[in-house]
């Protein structure tokens, strides 16, 4: 069982996710810091608030995709240093069921024996259920990114479902969004946070992000053709006047990096 163990400084942090993210090493090394990403609650100390967001801000959909059989293993490890399923699950993009079902069919498994993992709060607690019969044919679609130093392996064919209806896309714009002025407004809050500018330096890794989601709000804006929209006066001048600003904010960063280069 993995004890928790003191938080790590940032740059420690920091140097343990951007290992990860590299990929294409020894998958034993990659395994390892996860582990200890997970015990050391790396997402604390690089101003996430859960294990899920941190993976979600560090690593984004790039989650390994192994072999069966050698998932099964590398999952008995993680597993076996005090990881929850659900924990597991999560950095490698398969569900906590998956996870349970290669932990139980893992050489050595005690079975007869209860089993306690390291939860998120720190307490140890008893390890997920066995799965049931249902729960043996659930799939998660793999993903296409290559992550260490294994191949990116199909589950089983398996039947074509039927082709779900698309939602209206007013209904569908709308809900993206919300979801986009939530995760803005998750990211304000940060900069609000006390300690954000000690770990200012921390977040530098994240800008091509940021700035990749700024020109695809940039170029959804462009697509809405505002000029045509049926809107009143005040309104126009109100969009204008924040596009402005906006745009006069970026200049200034802009012009402040180039004054540094000269």
Not at 47 to 63: I, K, V
Not at 69 to 88: D, F, H, K, L, N
Not at 147 to 163: G, L, N
Request: glycine letters at 4%.
């Amino acid at each position: 069982m993995t004890e928790i163990v003191q938080a790590p400084d940032t740059e420690e942090a920091r140097a343990r996710a951007d290992r990860i993210r590299s990929g294409m090493r020894v998958l034993a090394e990659w395994q390892t810091d996860v582990i200890a990403a997970y015990a050391a609650r790396d997402w604390e100390t690089l101003g996430y608030e859960t294990w899920d967001a941190y993976l979600d801000g560090e690593y984004g959909e790039h989650r390994v995709r192994l072999p069966r059989e050698q998932r099964r293993e590398i999952v008995a490890g993680m597993s076996a240093a005090g990881m929850s399923t659900r924990a597991i699950g999560a950095a490698i993009g398969v569900h906590h069921d998956t996870v349970n079902r290669d932990v139980q069919s893992s050489v050595g498994f005690p079975t007869d024996e209860p089993r306690t993992v390291l939860s998120l709060d720190g307490r140890e607690r008893p390890a997920t259920r066995p799965a049931s019969a249902a729960e043996e044919n659930f799939w998660v679609e793999p993903g296409a990114d290559e992550v260490v130093d294994a191949e990116i392996v199909d589950e089983p064919t398996r039947p074509e479902p039927p082709k779900p209806k698309r939602r209206p896309l007013p209904e569908a714009f709308t809900e993206a969004g919300r979801d986009l002025s939530r995760a803005a407004e998750r990211l304000d809050r940060l900069t609000q946070d006390d300690r954000f500018t000690k770990n200012r330096d921390t977040t530098h890794h994240q800008l091509p992000e940021l700035l990749g989601a700024l020109d695809n709000t940039t170029r959804l804006i462009q697509a809405m053709r505002l000029d045509q929209a049926q809107a009143n006066e005040e309104a126009r001048r109100w969009w204008a006047t924040s596009l402005h600003k906006i745009s006069d904010a970026l200049t200034d960063v802009a012009n402040s990096l180039e004054q540094e280069q000269q």
